[in-house]
């Protein structure tokens, strides 16, 4: 059975920093594409971050050079490092692969 497994997120001030994961199970991470997608409230889904098989990756603009996504492919864990937190990052984030999705983690931006 495939699942992806997100942790991380939480209450954090602006300009803090967070990081969050998303164990996979059921399949290797290694030579499959990983993304992580958002959904602020009231909003619709928005793309983030894409990490792919070769370790090339590619960011939203709103969140270049502050988000950095990473694997462990020995852990089977995709990363999302967010640096310099700004409160329009409040949003659930979800880790996707293929049509796989995880529950989401609430990441809330706030001071």
């Known amino acids: 059975e495939v699942q992806l497994v997100e942790s991380g997120g939480e209450l954090v001030q602006p300009g803090g920093s967070l990081r969050l994961s998303c164990a996979a199970s059921g399949f290797t991470i290694s030579n499959v594409a990983m993304s992580w997608v958002r959904q602020a409230p009231g909003k619709g889904l928005e793309w983030v971050s894409r990490i792919n098989g070769g370790g090339h990756s590619k960011y939203v603009d709103s969140v270049k050079g502050r988000f950095t996504i990473s694997r462990d492919n020995a852990e089977n864990t995709v990363y999302l490092q967010m640096n310099s937190l700004k409160p329009e990052d409040t949003a659930i984030y979800y880790c996707?692969?293929?049509?796989?999705w995880g529950q989401g983690t609430q990441v809330t931006v706030s001071s």
């Open positions: 996707n692969s293929r049509s796989y």
